[in-house]
Protein backbone atom coordinates (compact mmCIF):
# COMPACT_ATOMS: atom_id res chain seq x y z
CA UNK A 1 0.00 0.00 0.00
CA UNK A 2 1.04 3.89 -0.97
CA UNK A 3 1.29 5.74 2.02
CA UNK A 4 2.19 9.06 0.60
CA UNK A 5 -0.48 11.47 0.35
CA UNK A 6 -1.90 12.65 -2.63
CA UNK A 7 -2.11 16.36 -3.17
CA UNK A 8 -4.77 17.87 -4.62
CA UNK A 9 -4.64 20.27 -6.93
CA UNK A 10 -6.76 23.15 -8.15
CA UNK A 11 -6.99 25.20 -11.50
CA UNK A 12 -8.02 28.70 -12.27
CA UNK A 13 -11.29 27.34 -13.28
CA UNK A 14 -11.93 25.39 -9.78
CA UNK A 15 -11.26 28.64 -8.23
CA UNK A 16 -13.90 30.18 -9.64
CA UNK A 17 -16.60 27.83 -8.80
CA UNK A 18 -15.30 27.37 -5.69
CA UNK A 19 -14.81 31.10 -4.97
CA UNK A 20 -18.06 32.06 -6.89
CA UNK A 21 -15.91 34.71 -9.07
CA UNK A 22 -15.54 35.46 -12.46
CA UNK A 23 -12.66 34.57 -14.45
CA UNK A 24 -11.03 37.64 -14.74
CA UNK A 25 -11.01 38.01 -10.74
CA UNK A 26 -9.88 34.39 -10.54
CA UNK A 27 -6.45 35.13 -12.60
CA UNK A 28 -6.40 38.32 -10.60
CA UNK A 29 -5.80 36.11 -7.60
CA UNK A 30 -3.61 33.21 -8.77
CA UNK A 31 -1.35 36.20 -9.75
CA UNK A 32 -1.89 38.11 -6.37
CA UNK A 33 2.39 38.04 -4.56
CA UNK A 34 0.08 37.18 -1.27
CA UNK A 35 -1.91 34.13 -2.56
CA UNK A 36 0.04 30.45 -2.43
CA UNK A 37 -0.24 29.73 -6.00
CA UNK A 38 2.27 27.95 -8.26
CA UNK A 39 2.73 29.01 -12.13
CA UNK A 40 4.08 26.18 -14.58
CA UNK A 41 4.34 27.48 -17.90
CA UNK A 42 1.52 30.02 -18.36
CA UNK A 43 -1.01 28.19 -16.16
CA UNK A 44 -1.56 28.81 -12.43
CA UNK A 45 -2.33 25.86 -9.56
CA UNK A 46 -3.24 25.98 -6.28
CA UNK A 47 -2.83 23.33 -3.70
CA UNK A 48 -6.53 22.74 -2.18
CA UNK A 49 -4.85 22.60 1.18
CA UNK A 50 -2.58 25.72 0.62
CA UNK A 51 -5.75 27.41 -0.06
CA UNK A 52 -7.55 26.60 2.82
CA UNK A 53 -5.09 27.62 4.74
CA UNK A 54 -5.19 30.98 3.28
CA UNK A 55 -8.75 31.69 3.54
CA UNK A 56 -8.53 30.83 7.03
CA UNK A 57 -6.00 33.14 8.02
CA UNK A 58 -7.67 35.94 5.94
CA UNK A 59 -10.84 35.49 7.37
CA UNK A 60 -12.37 38.82 8.02
CA UNK A 61 -10.06 41.13 6.31
CA UNK A 62 -10.68 42.52 3.09
CA UNK A 63 -8.53 41.49 -0.01
CA UNK A 64 -8.87 43.56 -3.41
CA UNK A 65 -7.48 42.06 -6.74
Not at 19 to 30: D, F, N, P, V
Not at 34 to 39: D, R
Amino acid sequence: MNDQAIIEILTTKDLQQIMRCGRRQAYELMRARAFPSIKIGAKYIVEKEALQKWLASNRGKEFLV
